[in-house]
């Protein structure tokens, strides 16, 4: 099997690629659109990608390419994110001066990174790869927000740990891929659907599920690109795409919804036992 995932070694995704198949043959890419080619062109067979963070919330860009592509998620995996301040070795926490995350990251670690003083904070495109160049560049007054994984990968040396403002910070991953990842059965669905402007659209659609029984975990709106104040709404039903309520759920909302497209029907993530605050070899990248 090979899995597609965006960043560097040591980044999040990569954590999350290895909870999907341990054995998998991973290719980090650039960009998340780089994830969604791979698997598009047969370079990778699965491609993983983080959809939300319990502190950050939705990675929208994601969002978008699902509806630009037409790969079905066939999964999902939940990681828990431990951040660190990683440095070259030698150095302390008085002699940076720019800390280099992801955006995402950056976010996740708010609180500590507001009791710095005269500390510049730069946003690059990988939390990993914030590492990488600070060991690649031997940039002595900088500091990554990253993993444990990216510190032994990059041979850098944690000056903090457990920074993230939450101890149960946690990032949800989707997988992309033509095939089903195993026989488990679905119970979860992903769907986006448009609405005309008009009294109680939204409250109709959210009661085609209501009246059956059929709990929503997820709501998400994103604007429609070209059509100003226009929305798609993402959403995720906790059933299968098949089952008898959801199917008949789907096709009383296909009565009004202008658009309706299923995103995938899979196996959803089961609750994992609590990670220990410290043992972490995961970091999230967005």
Not at 33 to 38: L, M, N, T, W
Not at 133 to 138: G, K, P
Request: charge should be negative.
């Amino acid at each position: 099997m090979r899995i597609a995932y965006q960043g560097e070694p040591g980044a999040f995704s990569e954590a999350a690629s290895r909870q999907v198949n341990a054995e998998a043959q991973l290719k980090p890419c650039r960009s998340f659109e780089d994830v969604f080619a791979a698997v598009n062109d047969g370079e990778a067979d699965y491609g993983v990608l983080p959809i939300e963070n319990s502190i950050g919330g939705s990675i929208h860009r994601n969002f978008d390419l699902l509806v630009e592509h037409h790969l079905p998620i066939v999964g999902e995996v939940e990681v828990p994110v431990v951040h660190h301040l990683l440095a070259l070795p030698g150095r302390s926490l008085e002699q940076v001066t720019r800390i280099y995350s992801h955006p995402q990251a950056l976010a996740q670690c708010d609180r500590f990174l507001r009791t710095l003083a005269g500390v510049e904070i730069v946003a690059t495109y990988d939390t990993a790869g914030s590492a990488k160049m600070i060991a690649d560049e031997q940039l002595q007054d900088a500091a990554a927000i990253a993993s444990a994984r990216a510190a032994e990968v990059f041979g850098l040396a944690p000056l903090l740990s457990s920074i993230q403002d939450y101890e149960n910070n946690t990032t949800r991953f989707l997988t992309i891929g033509r095939l089903p990842l195993s026989a488990a059965v679905p119970d979860k669905t992903s769907i986006v659907f448009s609405l005309s402007n008009e009294p109680g659209a939204l409250f109709k659609a959210l009661s085609a599920f209501a009246l059956r029984g059929i709990d929503l975990t997820k709501l998400e709106s994103r604007p429609i690109p070209g059509r100003k104040w226009e929305y798609l709404f993402y959403a995720d039903l906790s059933a299968a795409r098949d089952d008898l309520a959801c199917a008949r759920a789907l096709a009383h909302l296909a009565e009004f919804a202008p658009m309706l497209r299923v995103l995938g029907s899979y196996p959803s993530c089961k609750p994992a036992a609590a990670a220990h605050p410290v043992a972490d070899s995961l970091e999230m990248h967005a």
